[in-house]
C-alpha cells in the first residue's frame, strides 16, 4: 500500500436498484486524529489540519459490493462517486463497501472502507439541514462561525436544547425501534468536516443518518467555510427525494440561510412527497419573509411550523400526528 495515498469514504445510502457511495482520494492528507480536548490551540491545529490536503484527480477507482465490482475516476478536486444497481436483493440496514484506488497498472494504491444505509421500508424519511438548525454555528456571521469551529471539538460544539430528544422521537415515528426512519443531513458546510461532524452528532445522541456536504476546500479558503453551494445544496435533496419517491419527507432547516427559499421550491415542484416543512428562526427580523414563503408550502398542502425553540416543534410534531 502507498502510505501517501488515502482513500475516505463517506456513509452512502439507496436501495437495491439505485446505491450512492460518495468519497475522496488524496495524495497527501495531514494526519488528523482528533483530541477531545479543551486547549484552543489543540482545536485551532487539529481544524487546520482537516483543511491541508492535496487531492489526487483523475485516479481510476474500484468498489466491491457483495462480490460486485464497479469502476470510476475521481475527479478534478479528488472527488468520487459511485451511482449503480445491486445484482442482489440488499436488506435494509448499513452494509459495508470497499473503495481502491489503482494506478494506471493496476496496483492497488491504497483503499478505504464505507457503509452504505438502505432504509425499511418505513412510511416518513427525514431531511435536516446541520448548522443552525441542530448545531449552534452562527452562519450567518463568518467571524463568530469560525470561532465555534476554531475553539470547540465535537464534544463540545453546542446542539440546540431539545432538538437531539425530538429527531429521536421522529426516529420511531410510525415504525418500530429495528427499522428506524432515515435521516439525510444536508449541509453547506465541506466534506473536510465530515468526521467532525460525524462525532458531534454521534456524541449528541442524535439519529444515525447519511451527510450530504459541499466541494472539499482548500486551508487558503478556510475563511469561505460553509458559505458557498446553495445551489448545490438543492440538488442534493432532490437527489434524495428521487432515490425514495415512495417516502414522504420532513425538512428541517433555519432561516439564517437559503433553507426556506430551496424548501419552498422543492415543495412547489414534488407536494405529493412532502408531509411537513420546519424552519428554525434564527433570524427574527427574517420571520415575516419567512412565514410568506411557508405561506406558499401551506397552500400546496404541506403542514409548516416556524419556531424559536425545539420544544414547540416538538408539540407541532404532536399536533400533526407525527409523534404521539
Not at 446542539?159 to 429495528?178: D, G, I, K
Not at 476546500?217 to 453551494?229: A, N, Y
Amino acid at each position: 500500500m502507498n502510505k501517501s495515498v488515502s482513500v475516505k469514504v463517506y456513509h452512502g445510502y439507496g436501495h437495491t436498484y439505485n446505491l450512492v457511495v460518495y468519497g475522496h482520494v488524496f495524495k497527501r492528507r495531514a494526519k488528523t486524529k482528533q483530541v477531545y480536548s479543551n486547549n484552543i490551540l489543540v482545536n485551532i491545529v487539529h481544524l487546520l489540519k482537516l483543511f491541508i490536503l492535496k487531492p489526487y484527480a483523475f485516479v481510476e477507482v474500484r468498489l466491491q459490493f457483495f462480490g460486485q465490482t464497479v469502476y470510476n475516476k475521481t475527479e478534478g478536486d479528488g472527488f468520487f462517486k459511485f451511482e449503480w444497481k445491486a445484482g442482489q436483493d440488499i436488506a435494509a440496514g448499513w452494509h459495508d463497501v470497499k473503495v481502491e484506488a489503482i494506478d494506471q497498472h493496476g496496483n492497488v494504491l491504497n483503499a478505504g472502507a464505507g457503509k452504505i444505509y438502505v432504509p425499511h421500508i418505513t412510511q416518513y424519511a427525514f431531511i435536516s439541514d446541520v448548522d443552525d438548525t441542530v448545531m449552534v454555528s452562527h452562519s450567518a456571521t463568518i467571524g463568530r462561525r469560525l470561532r465555534e469551529l476554531f475553539i470547540k471539538n465535537p464534544h463540545t460544539r453546542k446542539t440546540f436544547p431539545n432538538a437531539a430528544s425530538h429527531y429521536q422521537q421522529l426516529a420511531l415515528s410510525h415504525t418500530e425501534v429495528q427499522q428506524p426512519n432515515p435521516f439525510f443531513y444536508v449541509s453547506s458546510s465541506e466534506w473536510n468536516l465530515y468526521d467532525y461532524l460525524v462525532e458531534t452528532f454521534k456524541f449528541n445522541k442524535l439519529p444515525d443518518g447519511a451527510f450530504l456536504l459541499n466541494t472539499l476546500k482548500r486551508w487558503k479558503d478556510l475563511i469561505k467555510t460553509g458559505k458557498t453551494g446553495h445551489e448545490g445544496k438543492l440538488l442534493r435533496v432532490m437527489r434524495i427525494l428521487d432515490a425514495f419517491p415512495n417516502q414522504k419527507f420532513i425538512f428541517f432547516g433555519d432561516n439564517s440561510q437559503h433553507d426556506p427559499q430551496i424548501y419552498t421550491a422543492i415543495v412547489e415542484k414534488y407536494p405529493e412527497n412532502i408531509e411537513a416543512v420546519y424552519i428554525r428562526n434564527i433570524l427574527p427580523q427574517k420571520a415575516a419573509e419567512t412565514k410568506l414563503l411557508l405561506l406558499k408550502v401551506e397552500n400546496k398542502g404541506v403542514s409548516t411550523c416556524l419556531f424559536n425553540d425545539s420544544e414547540e416543534a416538538i408539540q407541532h410534531s404532536k399536533v400533526i400526528g407525527l409523534i404521539g
